[in-house]
Every structure is written in C-alpha cells, then in structure tokens.
C-alpha cells in the first residue's frame, strides 16, 4: 500500500474512531469471504459497520483519535465494528456472538464504550440482554411504577380528606333541614274544648226571670195566709 493511501486509511478510522462511541473487536482470521459479508451486512442492521484493520494503521488511527482504550485489543488480524450514534449496541454484540457461536471460528476480543474498555464477558452479556426497544420498556416501567405508587400514596389522603368534606358538608345540611321538616312532620295536637260560655241574657231574659220570682214570692205569701 503506497504511503497517500495509507495517510487516507488512517484519516477515515481516525473519524470513525472519533464519531463512534462504541466499538466491538473481533479476531477474524479463518472466516471465509461470505461469512465476513453476511456478518457484515447483520452488522449494519444493527447500525454497525465492520471494516478489517491493520494492526499498525488501526494504532495510529487511535493514538490520533485519543483512543487509547483501543490499543490493546489490537493484537493479530482485527476487525472493528463501529456502531453509530443511532445504532443498537445489544444487536451489534449479539451479531458478533451469534457469528462466533455458528462459525466457531470468529472470536470477540473486547470492545470499548464511551473510552472505557469492554472485556469478552461484557460484550457476551450484552448479546445476552433484550432488545433496545424491549430494554427501554422494562426500564421506563421500573421507573414509573414507584412514581405510580408514590402519586397514589400522596392522592389518597386527598382523596379521603374530600370524602370526609362530603359527608360533613351532608351532615349539616341535614341538621338545617330537620327545624325546617319538623313543623311538617309533627303531629297536629289535638285540640282541647274550650270551657263553655256562657251567653249574656237579654232585656226579656231578664224581665221573664223577675217576673217567675215575683210569681213564687206571691205563691209563698198567699200560701202563709191560708196555713
């Protein structure tokens, strides 16, 4: 490879070094050219791309990139998935694992995450997780089922507090009612006869009434004479 070319290789891994967060490394010596393409097109259904790197240019590319973490994993015939800002770092793991599994030839090396270093075992435990979407669900889930319960223990004093508004507030209504019904639902007492009157007597009432004593006066005077 001619020195231009070589000075082009290490600028465009530099950039992708640069523009990726998340890098998967894979020893790739024994796979065949249709392995390494169906690979390789997995990988880019995961948001990866995977190039094959020298060990000498890949150092330099990283070194210039600030990616020390990278350095050690390059040791032997490397091939590098790069995954982009918008790429599924699971699926990418679980490509390569898949591949390592099937071909019992590929084998993962490492990996680097946002400048921290990726054992084996990490990169395989990221195979092992759900899917991003699945991911985000369960944790989206754990997160809102304690705000869940927490709203439901700040809104149940409110709610009882309100209840117990309600009844009092019926209460009271009802002790205001009740002066009001009671005339109404009393029963009526029962009516005591007033004493009888006597009526005034007229002027022949009177006169009528002398008269008859006049009369029995007469009677005992004349019943005197006789005895």
């Known amino acids: 490879m001619k020195k231009e ?3 082009k290789v290490v600028e465009e891994l530099t950039e992708r070094l640069r523009s990726s967060d998340t890098l998967l490394v894979a020893d790739y010596r024994g796979l065949t050219m249709p392995q390494i ?11 990866a791309k995977f190039s094959v790197v020298k060990n000498t240019l890949g ?6 990139a600030g990616a020390e973490a990278l350095l050690t994993l390059l040791e032997g015939p ?4 790069f995954l982009e800002a918008d790429g599924d770092m699971v699926a990418a793991a679980k490509a390569l694992a898949d591949a390592a599994r099937d071909s019992k030839i590929l084998a993962i090396r490492g990996g680097v995450l946002q400048g921290r270093p990726l054992t084996v075992e990490e990169v395989e435990t990221l195979a092992k997780l759900p899917p991003v979407d699945v991911l985000r669900g369960q944790v989206l889930g754990a997160i809102i089922a304690p705000l869940t319960a927490l ?7 409110l709610q009882n507090l ?3 508004i309600d009844a009092r ?10 002066p009001a019904e009671a005339p109404s639902a009393a029963e009526p007492e029962t009516e005591t006869e007033a004493p009888a009157v006597e009526e005034p007597q007229g002027e022949g009432d009177a006169d009528t009434q002398a008269d008859a004593t006049a009369s029995a006066a007469e009677n005992d005077s004349t019943e005197t004479e006789e005895s």
């Open 78 to 81: 490397s091939a590098i998935a």
């Open 169 to 178: 507030i019926e209460q009271l209504g009802g002790v205001e009612a009740a």
């Open 59 to 64: 150092r330099r590319a990283a070194e210039a």
């Open 37 to 47: 393409d169906a690979l390789r097109s997995r990988l880019i259904e995961s948001g």
């Open 151 to 157: 709203l439901g223990l700040v809104t149940a004093p």
């Open 162 to 164: 309100h209840g117990l």
């Open 5 to 7: 070319d070589k000075a």
